[in-house]
């Protein structure tokens, strides 16, 4: 059964959650040219490969979002790397959680808030093979105790 996203969602990094311990959520602006926006709105956009780096002073999000299928001979490169939109305050206390902490910044999930384009980016340490695998036997208990816990409530 596939995965229902929140409405304006464009693209969510379903896999990130597996192998990542999200700490924290941070929503960043991000700077976009008209076409990107117009592929963005056809949904065609995957955050698979996608990460965010602090270069210099700014948040850079790596991702591939394709040409637009409309476009004439004047588009984008579809793996340019987009500048995030944060304040300078959050800037530097995500570099400073990124370099002294050995964190890293993952993109979540790719939205429109009104008009916008934004990106939810989590603050994230890496799992080790045990603890995907612990993750997972952890999800599972809980789902099966929802279970029977409607199968009880259906009974009584």
């Known amino acids: 059964m596939p995965q229902r996203q929140p409405p304006g969602t464009i693209a969510t990094n379903r896999r990130a959650r597996h192998d990542y311990e999200i700490l924290d959520n941070v929503e960043a602006g991000i700077v976009l040219r008209g076409s990107e926006v117009k592929t963005l709105r056809?949904?065609?956009?995957s955050l698979q490969d996608a990460y965010a780096a602090i270069e210099g002073d700014d948040v850079v999000l790596h991702m591939q979002i394709p040409a637009y299928s409309h476009i004439g001979y004047e588009g984008h490169e579809p793996t340019r790397p987009r500048k995030l939109l944060l304040h300078r305050k959050e800037v530097?206390?995500?570099?400073?959680r990124v370099h002294e902490r050995g964190l890293t910044l993952v993109p979540l999930r790719l939205y429109f808030k009104s008009q916008l384009v934004k990106v939810e980016l989590g603050?994230?340490?890496g799992r080790k093979a045990y603890d995907k695998r612990q993750a997972l036997a952890k999800r599972d208990a809980a789902r099966e105790m929802d279970r029977v816990r409607k199968a009880r409530s259906r009974g009584a």
Not at 92 to 96: C, G, K, N, Y
């Open 42 to 45: 056809e949904g065609k956009a």
């Open 92 to 96: 530097e206390q995500l570099a400073r």
């Open 123 to 125: 603050v994230a340490r």
